[in-house]
Nanobody, 115 residues
Framework: QAQLVESGGGLVQAGGSLRLSCAAS????????MGWYRQAPGKQRDMVAT???????NYAESVKGRFTISRDNAKNTVFLQMTNLNPEDTAIYYC?????????WGQGTQVTVSS
C-alpha cells in the first residue's frame, strides 16, 4: 500500500528557511511525478512545485526563485527547500505522487511563518 510521509514543517520567522521531505513507500517512486501542494485556512489546495520522473520541474509563480524541489530516487524521497519565507507561505503542505493511473497524498505538514 502506498504511503507518503511528510516531515520538516514548523514555525519560522519571515525571511527564514525550511526544508520539507516526503518519504514514499509502496510505489515505484522513479516512475511518479512528485509534487508539493499547500492549503491555507479557508482556501483551496494549490500546486507549489512538481518534479517529473525525468526531474523536469514546475513552480507556482509565487514561489519561483525562493523554493526548490528535488528528488532522490535512491531514497524514494522528494524535497522542498524553501527560502525567504513570508507569512503568505503559511499553510499545510502536502506531498503528492501521481502517475497516469494513480494519485496518492500524504497527510500534510504545517508550515507557519511569523512576521
Amino acid at each position: 500500500q502506498a504511503q507518503l510521509v511528510e516531515s520538516g514543517g514548523g514555525l519560522v520567522q519571515a525571511g527564514g528557511s525550511l526544508r520539507l521531505s516526503c518519504a514514499a513507500s509502496g510505489v515505484t517512486f522513479s516512475l511518479y511525478t512528485m509534487g508539493w501542494y499547500r492549503q491555507a485556512p479557508g482556501k483551496q489546495r494549490d500546486m507549489v512545485a512538481t518534479i517529473g520522473p525525468g526531474s523536469t520541474t514546475n513552480y507556482a509563480e509565487s514561489v519561483k526563485g525562493r523554493f526548490t524541489i528535488s528528488r532522490d530516487n535512491a531514497k524514494n524521497t522528494v524535497f522542498l527547500q524553501m527560502t525567504n519565507l513570508n507569512p503568505e507561505d503559511t499553510a499545510i503542505y502536502y506531498c503528492r505522487a501521481s502517475s497516469q493511473f494513480r494519485t496518492y497524498w500524504g497527510q500534510g505538514t504545517q508550515v507557519t511563518v511569523s512576521s
